[in-house]
């Protein structure tokens, strides 16, 4: 049998990050963080000093990226780019601006495309993205759709990062996701969109725990 994968789509801030970790926990499953990989992508070109229309050099960064997530020891929960925790570095809304950015290179989403999808693994993955449910992993046999109010996006991604000792301005977090989003959505390759067989959960008045059981009851229902 194919390894199970739920997939968790939508904008920035609609909590797909939160509720993903949630759900893998529960399972007892991997997690991926796809977006991290695009925020690692945009680091890593940032300190090579590549510019974003040198497309081949970004196809070699992106398939040489040292990428770890590692889900036990001390560096539990970090991110790692070439053997350096980069959990913060990654986290600001530059870094997602940029990423947002080398998103929309064709090239770029072929070039992290099997690495992707080198994530799913027995007992099963939990996969949080744009296009986790629409291009990386189209049989997944759960697919979720996760929105939220623009405003109530921005409000949680302020919360966040003030949490991370960020610094963040909410006006300015909301003109940013707003640009994102619309990128994100308007792009030719891999636009955010909900996959066909997909389950669209607003967020926006829910709770953290009425989202991850209304999508375990899915779980459990398909599996
Ligand atoms: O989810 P996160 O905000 O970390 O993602 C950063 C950016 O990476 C997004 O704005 C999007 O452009 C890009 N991305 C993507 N496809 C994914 C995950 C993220 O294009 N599967």
Redesign the pocket.
């Known amino acids: 049998a194919r390894i199970g994968v739920v997939t968790i789509d939508g904008p920035?801030g609609a909590g797909?990050g939160t509720i993903a970790r949630e759900l893998a926990g529960r399972l007892g499953w991997h997690l991926l963080d796809?977006?991290?990989i695009?925020?690692l992508l945009a680091l890593a070109s940032l300190r090579a000093d590549i510019g974003l229309g040198e497309v081949d050099r970004l196809v070699a960064v992106a398939e040489a990226l040292d990428i770890r997530f590692p889900t036990d020891g001390p560096a539990a929960g970090e991110v790692i780019l070439d053997g350096v925790v980069v959990s913060d570095a990654i986290r600001d809304e530059a870094s997602?601006e940029r990423?947002?950015r080398l998103?929309a290179v064709p090239v770029v989403r072929q070039a992290l495309l099997e690495r992707q999808r080198a994530f799913r693994r027995p007992p099963g993955l939990v996969a949080d993205?744009?296009?986790?449910g629409t291009v990386?992993f189209p049989d997944a046999p759960v697919k979720i759709f996760l929105t939220a109010s623009a405003e109530e996006r921005a409000r949680r991604r302020h919360k966040q990062l003030m949490g991370q000792g960020v610094a963040a301005n909410l006006a300015d977090l909301l003109q940013e996701l707003r640009a994102?989003d619309e990128?994100?959505t308007q792009r030719s390759v891999?636009p955010l969109r909900p996959a066909e067989d997909a389950v669209t959960i607003d967020t926006t008045d829910l709770s953290v725990e009425a989202v991850v059981s209304a999508v375990m009851e899915r779980v459990e229902a398909r599996l």
């Open positions: 920035g797909k796809s977006g991290a695009y925020r997602g990423a947002s998103a993205g744009r296009d986790m990386v994102r990128r994100d891999a």
